[in-house]
């Protein structure tokens, strides 16, 4: 990358006619990491931190080579999250067992509709499992209230959080601007998050949040989604981005910037991440395959095709 070279003028020099598409792009595709036990293959996710400019710049050359996600306009709507921790907060400390995956719960827009999930990664590589229910359907997670019957669709959501002692604990909302088309015969997603808020939140149940604290001012995170190996869109498009990949966690930037953590973060030891607990997390729903590293260092209800 030359470093005189501004993010304005390497477009420019790399943007090809706007007729040109490198990328197939025909219909609503899977997101790259709900697609891993469908066999296509590993997924990984690769996430940049970028000025508003620059975003609004990626977002322009997306528009030139890859189709808007058809849920929203343009491929823009509002993504709700609730985080799911322990009382002493495992999740964002990173502990043994519990530092790998995390538990969620997501709405799209103002549906009445919500998802449960679970979003597993190892270095890059990345594997989600979701299922959908309607919101009012959300108490039965809490603790105390009467069992799930077998055949309800979240039964695997709720024990998980149960056995891992896990409650809401913070809620992220932001604006998502999602791309999609297919590399060869996989999908590759790409994704701008904006306005990205956060609030405490105990309770189970998705919050329509109208004010918080604003967790990344004048920001923008920008993930590339896909199977097995970057394609070669994806290699073009990182001469227009930063050198080092970013590891912001919207989760734990909101716990932080809500105040439930305020003392020392805990140190990680890097055995914790081969703990066994964590290895059988990521491949339980995956079809045994094998597995290729991209060469550095997520229409969601957009649901049926999306994606801390």
Not at 128 to 138: C, F, Q, V
Not at 241 to 265: D, F, H, N
Not at 278 to 292: F, G, M, R, W
């Amino acid at each position: 990358m030359e470093a005189e070279v501004d993010g304005a003028d390497r477009m420019a020099e790399t943007a090809p006619a706007e007729t040109a598409n490198p990328v197939e792009t025909a219909g609503p595709v899977m997101s790259p990491g709900l697609g891993v036990a469908g066999g296509l293959g590993a997924a990984f996710e690769l996430k940049f931190q970028l000025t508003l400019d620059h975003a609004a710049e990626i977002e322009a050359w997306a528009h030139r080579r890859l189709s808007p996600d058809v849920h929203g306009e343009d491929g823009r709507y509002r993504i709700t999250s609730v985080y799911c921790d322990t009382p002493s907060l495992d999740v964002f400390h990173r502990s043994p067992g519990y530092s790998r995956s995390k538990f969620r719960l997501r709405r799209y827009g103002g549906s009445h509709r919500a998802f449960l999930e679970r979003k597993t990664k190892q270095g890059d590589r990345v594997q989600k499992r979701r299922s959908e229910i309607g919101a009012d359907e959300l108490p039965i997670l809490s603790v105390g209230a009467t069992p799930p019957p077998p055949e309800w669709v979240g039964r695997w959501f709720h024990q998980r959080v149960h056995d891992r002692r896990l409650r809401p604990t913070c809620c992220v909302t932001y604006e998502r601007t999602a791309f999609f088309g297919v590399a060869g015969i996989t999908p590759i997603r790409l994704t701008i998050d904006r306005d990205v808020v956060g609030v405490a939140n105990p309770d189970w149940h998705i919050p329509h949040v109208e004010s918080g604290h604003t967790l990344l001012p004048g920001l923008a995170i920008l993930e590339l989604k896909f199977h097995l190996q970057l394609p070669e869109l994806f290699r073009e498009l990182l001469q227009l981005l930063p050198v080092q990949l970013a590891r912001a966690s919207k989760y734990r930037r909101c716990v932080e910037m809500c105040g439930l953590w305020t003392g020392e973060i805990r140190p990680v030891n890097a055995s914790d991440d081969a703990s066994p607990a964590n290895d059988a997390e990521l491949e339980d729903d995956a079809a045994p395959e094998q597995h290729a590293a991209p060469e550095l260092a997520q229409p969601e209800h957009p649901a049926s095709t999306e994606t801390l």
